[in-house]
C-alpha cells in the first residue's frame, strides 16, 4: 500500500515538474530564441533546461530528506493494540542506502518531468521566439 501511495505522489511530482518547466519555457521564449540565432544547438539548450529540471529535482530531494533526518529525531507513532492492551511505539529510522535510493529517485523524476519540456524548449524556433 505504501509503495502504491509513493508511486502516486511520484507521478503528481513528475507532473508538477513538467508543469513548472513548461512554464519556465514559456516565460524565457525570448531568451531561447535569442540563444538559438546566436548559435547555440538544440542539444545545448535541451540539455541546459534538463540539466535545470535535473538540479531542482535533486535541491527537492535534499529538503525531503533533511525533513525526514527531522521526523526520524522528533516524532514517534505510539500504536495501541485494544485486544492485549499493549503500546507499541513506531519510529523512524532511515539508513544511508534509503538516502542515496531517495536522491537518485528524485533525480530520475526531474529527468522525466523535465524531459518534455526541454525537448519543446529545443524545437522554438529563434524567429518565432522573437516576434513573442
Do not use: C, D, Y
Amino acid at each position: 500500500m505504501g509503495l502504491v501511495v509513493a508511486i502516486m505522489f511520484s507521478l503528481a511530482a513528475m507532473i508538477g515538474a513538467a508543469i513548472t518547466m513548461n512554464g519556465a519555457v514559456a516565460h524565457r521564449s525570448r531568451e531561447i530564441g535569442t540563444l538559438r540565432a546566436l548559435g547555440f544547438s538544440r542539444v545545448a539548450i535541451l540539455t541546459s533546461f534538463l540539466v535545470e529540471a535535473i538540479l531542482l529535482a535533486l535541491v527537492g530531494g535534499v529538503i525531503g530528506s533533511a525533513l525526514v533526518l527531522v521526523l526520524s529525531v522528533f516524532v514517534s507513532f505510539p500504536v495501541i493494540n485494544f485486544q492485549t492492551f499493549s503500546e507499541i511505539v513506531i519510529q523512524f529510522h532511515a539508513t544511508p542506502a534509503v538516502f542515496v535510493k531517495a536522491l537518485v529517485f528524485s533525480i530520475s523524476m526531474g529527468l522525466v518531468g523535465g524531459l518534455l519540456p526541454a525537448f519543446r524548449a529545443s524545437r522554438i524556433s529563434p524567429i518565432e521566439a522573437m516576434r513573442s
